[in-house]
């Protein structure tokens, strides 16, 4: 008797199952996705009650590359209604971010010194990894360190395109239900921000996001 891998004997009862269809196949469904708007200085900064977008930094955070943003929703209006809400907490985060980066590496130029007391030690670590001679004298003497102030991103749009609108390649693409384990995929986000009137990004960074397909 012949002997059949057992791979080829996978895919064989794979075959069946669909043929047969006691395997459901699953369509998934990519599109381009961009949230963006402007960043308002923290509130001790403020010095007026509205801001011009043409004046401001402005961010995007984009589903932009390969595998894009992906789910099960045909209809690109249906899913941003279904994810609109999960994306502008997405920028939450980023936001959140700022304060736990070491203040001269912040893409913003606001900071506060607080008491070291009042944070952790990863704080206050990072601080000493790019803290001036200046800064550190004043650690030293005085017991304050400087963290980066938290701006607010308020996002003024979210635009879901199918990927053939933008880059001309496959909207969508099938699987069949074994292939799927948790119906969640994890996305790469790119987040990008742009001073006044300038086309190329000055600072961006990229995550991952986990959301149901």
Same mark, same amino acid.
Request: charged share 30%; net charge neutral.
């Given at each position: 008797?012949?002997?059949?891998?057992?791979?080829?004997?996978? /895919?064989? +009862?794979?075959?069946?199952?669909? /043929?047969?269809?006691?395997?459901?196949?699953?369509?998934?469904?990519?599109?381009?996705?961009?949230?963006?708007?402007?960043?308002?200085?923290? %509130?001790?900064?403020?010095?007026?009650?509205?801001?011009?977008?043409?004046?401001?930094?402005? *961010?995007?955070?984009?589903?932009?590359?390969?595998?894009?943003?992906?789910?099960?929703?045909?209809?690109?209006?249906?899913?941003?209604?279904?994810?609109? +809400?999960?994306?502008?907490?997405?920028?939450?985060?980023?936001?959140?971010?700022?304060?736990?980066?070491?203040?001269?590496?912040?893409?913003? +130029?606001?900071?506060?010194?607080?008491? +070291?007391?009042?944070?952790?030690?990863?704080?206050?670590?990072?601080?000493? $990894?790019?803290?001036?001679?200046?800064?550190?004298?004043?650690?030293?003497?005085?017991?304050?360190?400087?963290?980066?102030? %938290?701006?607010?991103?308020?996002?003024?749009?979210?635009? *879901?395109?199918?990927?053939?609108?933008?880059?001309?390649?496959?909207?969508?693409?099938?699987?069949?239900?074994? $292939?799927?384990?948790?119906?969640?995929?994890?996305?790469?986000?790119?987040?990008?921000?742009?001073?006044?009137?300038?086309?190329?990004?000055?600072?961006?960074?990229?995550?991952? *996001?986990?959301?149901?397909?």
């Amino acid at each position: 008797m012949s002997y059949i891998p057992e791979g080829v004997l996978g /895919r064989l +009862a794979t075959f069946l199952r669909r /043929r047969l269809g006691l395997l459901r196949v699953v369509k998934i469904y990519m599109y381009v996705v961009r949230v963006s708007g402007i960043v308002l200085p923290p %509130k001790e900064f403020r010095k007026k009650t509205s801001y011009k977008r043409e004046t401001q930094i402005q *961010f995007e955070l984009s589903f932009e590359e390969e595998p894009y943003f992906r789910n099960l929703n045909e209809d690109r209006h249906e899913a941003q209604r279904r994810f609109e +809400a999960e994306l502008v907490g997405l920028v939450k985060n980023q936001e959140n971010k700022i304060e736990q980066l070491p203040y001269l590496n912040s893409p913003f +130029a606001w900071s506060n010194k607080v008491s +070291a007391e009042e944070v952790s030690q990863t704080t206050i670590d990072n601080f000493l $990894k790019t803290a001036t001679t200046k800064d550190i004298q004043e650690y030293g003497v005085k017991g304050v360190i400087k963290v980066p102030a %938290k701006p607010e991103f308020i996002v003024q749009a979210v635009s *879901f395109a199918p990927v053939s609108v933008e880059t001309g390649g496959a909207d969508s693409f099938e699987v069949t239900e074994d $292939k799927i384990k948790t119906f969640e995929a994890i996305d790469t986000f790119i987040f990008k921000l742009y001073r006044p009137n300038e086309d190329e990004e000055y600072r961006s960074w990229s995550g991952e *996001f986990l959301h149901a397909l």
